[in-house]
């Protein structure tokens, strides 16, 4: 099953924003407090907080970071609309998905 092309920023927000929250959170803690006993539980809450915190933060700032990008490498922006996307698999109305 293929990506929605509208669910392609906010699926590359949490995915970004999972590996960014627990790899930041497990060096911070790792060097601030070490590894102590309660060290597992304590970075997964930090983790859980900073991915609450980043995700939202992802959605806003990734469209925006893309745009300056494709400006500054003097590429459009492209514009793919949903029909569009399904008109170059091959499909049509009415016909079913044959994958």
């Known amino acids: 099953m293929a990506l929605p092309p509208k669910l392609i920023g906010p699926a590359i927000?949490?995915?970004t924003?999972?590996?960014t929250s627990t790899t930041m959170s497990f060096v911070?803690?790792?060097?601030n407090y070490g590894f102590h006993p309660d060290f597992?539980?304590?970075?997964?809450?930090a983790a859980a907080t900073s991915y609450v915190?980043?995700?939202?933060?992802?959605?806003?700032v990734i469209p925006r970071i893309q745009r300056f990008v494709?400006?500054?490498?003097?590429?459009?922006?492209?514009k793919v609309s949903f029909t569009a996307q399904y008109k170059s698999f091959g499909?049509?109305?009415?016909?079913?998905f044959a994958f």
Do not use: D, N
Not at 28 to 31: D, E
Not at 70 to 78: H, N, V
């Open 13 to 15: 927000s949490l995915i």
């Open 28 to 31: 911070g803690l790792a060097l």
């Open 70 to 78: 494709m400006r500054q490498a003097g590429l459009p922006m492209p």
């Open 91 to 96: 499909v049509s109305r009415g016909r079913k």
């Open 53 to 60: 915190l980043v995700v939202p933060m992802l959605v806003i």
């Open 40 to 45: 597992a539980v304590r970075w997964l809450r």
């Open 17 to 19: 924003g999972l590996i």
